[in-house]
């Protein structure tokens, strides 16, 4: 029978590797950008974020990217653990009233191996 | 840590029946959301709430929907009559103000499955 659903994008790497995972955004105006983790059986976990007059930010082991131009974000995970197994996504803030509205995009399915 | 709650953790019902999903926001947040996720797609906005009444709802949040915050810490979302595509994850979110820097917390999420 047809599959229904969204086909995630996979990336896997070996422990120890660093991990990059991208995302495009659609809203040229959105001008808050946030990265979650979510953990199989668990909602969505807060990792990272940058406002839209930043191009890079730091994290513990994580690091945002931000390209206004070509509406681009990606996270970059150094060390990659088995613990960072999960599915990532973007989510840009609607902004503006509508702040606190999130639109997720797709997900990244993220395996690492021992 | 504080975190948001949500009960119960799966919901079986039947088509047409009603559903409440039942949220604890954290304790000093003023913002609360629900979002839902169907099964291997994305997470979508639901509604959000503020002051007792609603801030924004999306397309998806038609009258079958409704959300309360009954009492002091409660927070649900009623499903009036369910469809058998109403079946999904949902997840309650909370966050002590909105803009910039301003994190959302998430439950665990509730699994509704409508037969």
């Known amino acids: 029978g047809e599959s229904v659903g969204l086909h995630l994008p996979t990336l896997s790497v070996q422990e120890g590797d660093n991990s990059i995972i991208n995302c495009a955004y659609s809203?040229?105006?959105?001008?808050?950008f946030i990265w979650y983790k979510q953990e199989s059986g668990k909602g969505p976990q807060f990792i990272i974020d940058i406002r839209s007059n930043m191009d890079k930010r730091q994290g513990q082991r994580v690091t945002v990217l931000l390209n206004k131009t070509v509406k681009h974000l990606s996270l970059q995970i150094a060390a990659t653990q088995p613990g960072d197994s999960a599915v990532y996504f973007c989510?840009?803030?609607?902004?503006?009233?509508?702040?606190?509205?999130?639109?997720f995009g797709q997900g990244t399915i993220l395996t690492v191996h021992p | 840590e504080p975190e948001v709650t949500q009960t119960p953790s799966h919901q079986v019902t039947q088509m047409g029946q009603e559903v409440i999903l039942r949220c604890v926001p954290i304790s000093n947040h003023l913002y609360f959301y629900w979002y839902r996720q169907i099964l291997g797609q994305k997470v979508e906005f639901l509604v959000s709430?503020?002051?007792?009444?609603?801030?924004?709802k999306s397309e998806i949040f038609d009258d079958q929907f409704s959300v309360e915050r009954p009492d002091g810490s409660n927070f649900t979302l009623k499903i009036r009559s369910t469809k058998l595509e109403d079946s999904a994850m949902y997840f309650c979110?909370?966050?002590?103000?909105?803009?910039?820097?301003?994190?959302?917390?998430f439950g665990q999420g509730t699994r509704l499955t409508v037969v």
């Open positions: 709430f503020y002051n007792n009444e609603i801030s924004e």
């Open positions: 989510a840009e803030d609607a902004g503006g009233t509508s702040y606190g509205k999130l639109t």
């Open positions: 809203n040229s105006a959105s001008d808050y």
């Open positions: 979110a909370s966050s002590p103000n909105r803009g910039i820097n301003t994190e959302a917390f």
